[in-house]
């Protein structure tokens, strides 16, 4: 699934995705977690690409550095610029 900085956050996960969580023998909070997890994973892909390395290769530290980056964009350019929209 390929994501752009303007793609809403609530389509890190596709319909077909949520589905397949959904049908899953999995508890309520274990559901939450399964679809956080397809949802960082979806992050930490788009943070590989951008610092153009291999996730296995991204830092603690280039993860905190996108997330402050992106924090700032949300902050002065407004929501619809920054890549997470909350």
């Known amino acids: 699934m390929d994501i752009s900085p303007n793609q809403s956050s609530t389509q890190f ?6 589905a397949q969580v959904d049908a ?3 508890s309520s909070p274990e559901k939450f977690l399964t679809r ?3 949802s ?4 930490l892909q ?14 603690t530290k280039q993860i ?7 924090a700032k ?9 920054a890549f997470l929209k909350w």
């Open 13 to 18: 996960l596709s319909s077909e995705e949520s």
């Open 24 to 26: 899953a023998l999995l």
């Open 36 to 38: 956080l997890t397809i």
């Open 40 to 43: 960082s994973l979806r992050i």
């Open 46 to 59: 788009y943070i590989a690409k951008e610092y153009d390395v291999s996730i296995e290769e991204l830092t």
């Open 64 to 70: 905190i550095t996108w997330f402050e980056i992106d």
């Open 73 to 81: 964009v949300r902050r002065e350019k407004g929501i619809e610029e």
